[in-house]
């Protein structure tokens, strides 16, 4: 009988693409993946230290999971509840002290050891004795060479991490001190699970990493490869028509990689460009290592290249310190950028970041107002891009049945969702497939087509 295995992902891309890898490592003990935590067998959190009050949301969990566990136990069953990611990483002694019911605390780079720690907890369960699991071990070599061991799913579109960890310390981050330094796969481990994927039926796959341009893989001949080189080499691929990539530094965009998105058709004109303030002053108190002034030349520089290129951003608003000329000039880089959309939140302090103890934390209400106005700003300008595509025809990759059985979900080439409306096709025929589709309407959210 197959045991039900639920995991609950917080956060960011990198973390669906380790629950997915959960998922595949827990698969040959048995375990089936559910989308209820009730009756289920084992549960994982993974955690993300990035949003805020990430850990109160964690804790928040833990305490309606509480009342599943006493209910399997009073009827003769064991639940492991597993805390694991980026938040288990930072507090997983503090995680172990404050909630006696976990049973396992694994940091992101230690999850593919998850079958030995679940076995090991049900095994001290079975003798009585508590089981009190803690592995935050930074070992992210070891994790790939055992994950790239896994099979594939059949699937339309993947993930593939390539790079993990971070060096560039921002001081409102805790990712170095959570996934550790900036580590690259080997270039020939990536190209044989990309194979993989083309081979299971991934028609577009997006690489992953904290700092993905700062890729340096090296390949079994001793040769350095940077970004720019393993997409030319993964576009070469059978199957792989499309490919992305995510999240990128300004201080990693070199002109290279800004010649892959001019002259490989596979990479997809989108990217993902984080720049989080437009003030010089609040920039180099981040520690960012760019400027205004060096971020906009690289965007100019980009649609010189690729006219039709859509951004996307990452912006922070309340930073310590900011004044309201200092958010004027992020207001100022958002109008001259025009973004096709973007992430943006209020600053909110990390135990143990540079920020926390920064003087000059901005007021919450104030925070609050100016992350008002910079979404409107945002909404706008990602409302405008989406109608700017009325009348043309995309091709868009159907991923998932639409809300009505006439429709289909999809993404345009600039990451746009896309409902489609079949006509006579039907998901079945459509499911996984590169598409024509001309565009009726758009909106701030999504754009809608029918089959061109």
């Not at 980026?86 to 507090?91: I, K, Y």
């Not at 799913?153 to 921002?170: H, M, N, P, R």
């Amino acid at each position: 009988m197959k045991k039900k295995l639920y995991i609950k992902t917080y956060g960011c891309q990198m973390n669906v693409y380790d629950t997915e890898r959960m998922v595949d490592v827990m698969a040959p003990e048995g375990y089936e993946e559910t989308d209820t935590p009730e009756g289920a067998d084992l549960i994982v959190l993974n955690t993300c230290h990035i949003r805020e009050k990430a850990a109160e949301k964690v804790y928040s969990d833990i305490g309606r999971i509480r009342k599943m566990k006493d209910a399997k136990k009073k009827a003769g069953e064991e639940m492991v509840l597993a805390v694991g990611g980026c938040v288990a990483q930072a507090e997983g002694a503090e995680i172990m002290k404050r909630a006696p019911i976990v049973d396992i605390v694994f940091g992101p780079q230690t999850y593919h050891n998850l079958p030995k720690m679940v076995n090991q907890s049900l095994d001290l369960k079975n003798h009585g004795e508590k089981s009190r699991i803690l592995d935050t071990d930074l070992a992210v070599d070891e994790k790939f060479e055992q994950l790239s061991k896994k099979g594939v799913k059949k699937k339309a579109t993947a993930f593939l991490t390539i790079q993990e960890g971070c060096d560039k310390f921002c001081t409102f981050c805790v990712v170095p001190y959570t996934r550790g330094a900036e580590y690259s796969r080997g270039v020939d481990d990536v190209i044989k699970d990309a194979i993989k994927l083309a081979e299971a039926g991934v028609v577009e796959v997006t690489l992953l990493g904290q700092n993905v341009n700062a890729f340096h893989g090296v390949s079994a001949s001793g040769e350095e490869w940077g970004l720019p080189q393993l997409i030319r080499a993964l576009a070469k691929i059978d199957g792989f028509e499309r490919i992305r990539y995510t999240t990128s530094h300004p201080h990693d965009m070199t002109d290279e990689l800004l010649d892959v998105h001019a002259d490989v058709k596979e990479c997809m004109p989108y990217l993902h460009l984080p720049v989080q303030a437009g003030s010089d002053k609040i920039l180099k108190a981040m520690n960012r290592t760019h400027d205004s002034a060096s971020y906009l030349k690289i965007i100019a520089d980009l649609r010189k290249k690729r006219p039709d290129i859509a951004l996307s951003g990452d912006f922070i608003v309340g930073f310590p310190g900011e004044t309201d000329d200092d958010f004027e000039k992020t207001m100022e880089l958002v109008r001259k950028v025009k973004y096709s959309q973007a992430y943006s939140f209020k600053y909110s302090p990390r135990p143990g970041t540079p920020a926390a103890a920064m003087e000059n934390q901005v007021d919450e209400a104030i925070s609050s107002a100016r992350l008002t106005r910079l979404q409107a700003l945002l909404k706008e300008q990602q409302t405008e891009f989406n109608n700017s595509m009325i009348g043309k025809t995309l091709c868009v990759l159907i991923e998932a049945p639409g809300k009505t059985n006439k429709t289909v979900f999809g993404r345009s080439p600039y990451m746009q969702a896309v409902q489609v409306t079949l006509g006579d096709a039907s998901y079945k025929d459509l499911q996984g497939k590169i598409v024509d589709v001309l565009i009726k309407e758009g909106g701030p959210f999504n754009i809608q087509g029918v089959l061109a």
